[in-house]
C-alpha cells in the first residue's frame, strides 16, 4: 500500500506533469451573473474532459461548491465522480477545527467525498492535523506561506531566532510527517520563500498556488520547489476561463503550462 506522498510521486513521474488544475468555477468567472448551475456542470465537464491525461492533479474549492448548498453538494459528488482512479483530487476546504469537529470533518472529506488529500488550516496546531494523518493513504497539504497580498501580516513573524511563523509551521510538519502523507502549502507569489520552506522540510511535497493571474513566478516556483522534494503547481483561472472558454481553448492552455514546465524540469 503506498502512502499518499508515494502515491503523488508515483503520478507526477507517470504523467511526467506537476501540472495541478484549480477548479474554482463561479457564474462570475464566467463573465455571466445569470449562469446557472447546470452550466457551471458543463463547463467543469469540460475543463476535466479536456485537462485529465495533462494534470497530476485536480483542486475543488468546495466554497465554490457549498455557496449553491445542497445542490453545490451535490455538484461536488458528481464532479468527483468524474475522475479517473489516476488522478488525484485534493478538496481545497482549508479546515482548521479540533477535536471532534476535526473528525467529523476528516469523515466527510475523506470518506464521503473521497478525497485524495484536503488542505488544512494548521493555526489551532497538531490537533487540528491529526485526524486527517491517520491513514496513510490519504494526504494533507497544511497552509504555510499562502499566495495571498496580505499573507505576511502574520506568517512572516519572527521568532527571536528569526525564525518566522511559516518556517515554524514547516518543521513542524516536517516532523509530524511519520505516515508520510504531509505536504505544505506555498504560494508562487514568494519563491524565496519556497526556498527557506524547502530548509526546513525537506522531502515534503509542495502544493504551489499563485501561478497566472495572481502573477506568481512560475519559473522559481519549479526551480525551488523541485530542488530537495517534489511540487505540484496549481493552475486556475489561467486554464479554466481561458480563451473562448472550449475544450479547445483550455486544453491548449493547459498544454503551454505544462510544457513550460517540463521545459524548466529538464533545465535544472
Not at 128 to 153: H, Q, W, Y
Not at 169 to 179: F, G, R, S
Not at 199 to 220: F, R
Request: net charge neutral; glycine share 8%; with cysteine.
Amino acid at each position: 500500500m503506498l502512502s499518499f506522498n508515494e502515491k503523488l510521486k508515483k503520478s507526477i513521474k507517470t504523467k511526467r506533469s506537476h501540472l495541478c488544475v484549480g477548479l474554482d468555477i463561479s457564474p462570475e468567472g464566467l463573465g455571466n451573473k445569470n449562469t446557472s448551475l447546470s452550466d457551471l456542470k458543463d463547463h467543469t465537464l469540460k475543463i476535466i474532459n479536456a485537462t485529465q491525461d495533462l494534470a497530476v492533479a485536480f483542486k475543488p474549492n468546495l466554497g465554490f461548491y457549498e455557496r449553491w448548498g445542497s445542490q453545490g453538494f451535490q455538484w461536488l459528488e458528481q464532479t468527483i465522480e468524474i475522475f479517473d482512479e489516476e488522478t488525484i483530487v485534493i478538496g481545497d476546504a482549508k479546515r482548521g477545527d479540533i477535536g471532534n469537529t476535526a473528525k467529523q470533518y476528516a469523515q466527510s472529506l475523506f470518506n464521503h467525498f473521497n478525497f485524495d488529500a484536503v488542505t488544512l488550516n494548521p493555526y489551532m496546531g497538531y490537533d487540528s492535523i491529526e485526524p486527517f494523518i491517520m491513514d496513510p493513504t490519504k494526504g494533507v497539504f497544511v497552509l504555510c506561506r499562502t499566495s495571498n497580498k496580505s499573507a505576511s501580516d502574520f506568517q512572516n513573524f519572527e521568532d527571536q531566532s528569526s525564525n518566522a511563523l511559516f518556517e515554524s509551521v514547516a518543521e513542524a510538519c516536517y516532523d509530524w510527517n511519520t505516515n508520510d502523507n504531509i505536504g505544505l502549502v506555498v504560494g508562487a507569489t514568494a519563491p524565496k520563500e519556497i526556498k527557506r520552506v524547502r530548509k526546513k522540510a525537506p522531502g515534503l511535497p509542495l502544493l504551489i498556488p499563485g501561478v497566472g493571474n495572481q502573477g506568481g513566478d512560475l519559473d522559481q516556483s519549479m526551480r525551488n520547489g523541485n530542488t530537495n522534494g517534489i511540487s505540484i503547481i496549481n493552475v486556475s483561472r489561467s486554464i479554466i476561463f481561458s480563451g473562448d472558454l472550449s475544450e479547445y481553448s483550455i486544453r491548449n492552455a493547459a498544454k503551454h503550462y505544462l510544457e513550460k514546465m517540463r521545459s524548466l524540469i529538464n533545465d535544472k
